[in-house]
């Protein structure tokens, strides 16, 4: 299984960006979904995750700003990220696995957000 992250980059506070997750087969539609975020210096956590029959979990500090979706024709799990604030930058992970709210059994490579003030 292998899930390639994408959609980083550079962007100033109130912006927006669109990560996406694209799994290598079907494992989008058979496990659920998850992005975690890994800011400089600091462990790994979870920001959002989707089971597979569509049920959402974020994190408090995300609530209202990011929406996490997946499109299982597509093997691919979306993470929409508005209103972003100097605090979001780290790198992103998108994960699939059976563990409920942190699936993480597959990893992705990780993508770069870099929010500037």
């Known amino acids: 299984v292998q899930l390639q992250a994408s959609g980083g980059g550079l962007v100033q506070a109130g912006g927006s960006l669109r990560l996406s997750c694209v799994a290598s087969d079907s494992v989008v539609s058979i496990f659920h979904m998850g992005w975690y975020h890994q800011a400089p210096g600091k462990q790994r956590e979870l920001v959002a995750s989707i089971t597979t029959d569509g049920r959402t979990n974020y994190i408090d500090s995300v609530k209202g700003r990011f929406t996490i979706s997946r499109d299982n024709a597509k093997n691919m799990a979306v993470l929409q990220m508005n209103s972003l604030k100097p605090g979001d930058t780290g790198v992103y992970y998108c994960?699939?696995?059976?563990?409920?709210?942190?699936?993480?059994?597959?990893w992705g490579q990780g993508t770069l957000v870099t929010v500037s003030s």
């Open positions: 994960a699939a696995g059976s563990g409920w709210p942190r699936p993480a059994s597959f």
